[in-house]
């Protein structure tokens, strides 16, 4: 079992920047991470995500501007800049392993004048 538990959301400006933050814990070796997102009536959709040997892959969309990154396996990290209205969703930490999806509870990041 994996439990993934986000934070680092919140409210900022067109523009601004912001740093999400997931710990893994349980059995993670050799799971594969990523962020989703998941707008207001919108399908949840792929951000980033990253391997155990650090090869990364990321949405058209987020291309430039976000940055994933994992540190010491169990923690995960999306430095998001250039922030748009756009990118206003819940954000939610994934774990993948053996065709299973693991996920966290999310955290609202709103990008809004």
């Known amino acids: 079992q994996v439990q993934l538990v986000e934070s680092g959301g919140g409210l900022v400006q067109p523009g601004g920047s912001l740093r999400l933050s997931c710990v893994a814990s349980?059995?993670?070796?050799?799971?594969?991470m990523g962020w989703y997102r998941q707008a207001p009536g919108k399908e949840r959709e792929l951000v980033a995500t990253?391997?155990?040997?650090?090869?990364t892959n990321y949405a058209d969309s987020v291309k430039g501007r976000f940055t994933i990154s994992r540190v010491n396996v169990n923690y995960l990290y999306l430095q998001m800049n250039s922030l748009k209205p756009e990118d206003t969703a819940v954000y939610y930490c994934?774990?993948?392993?053996?065709?299973?999806?693991?996920w966290g509870e999310g955290t609202l990041v709103t990008v809004s004048s």
């Open positions: 994934n774990g993948l392993r053996g065709g299973v999806n693991y």
């Open positions: 349980g059995s993670i070796f050799g799971i594969i």
């Open positions: 990253i391997a155990t040997s650090g090869t």
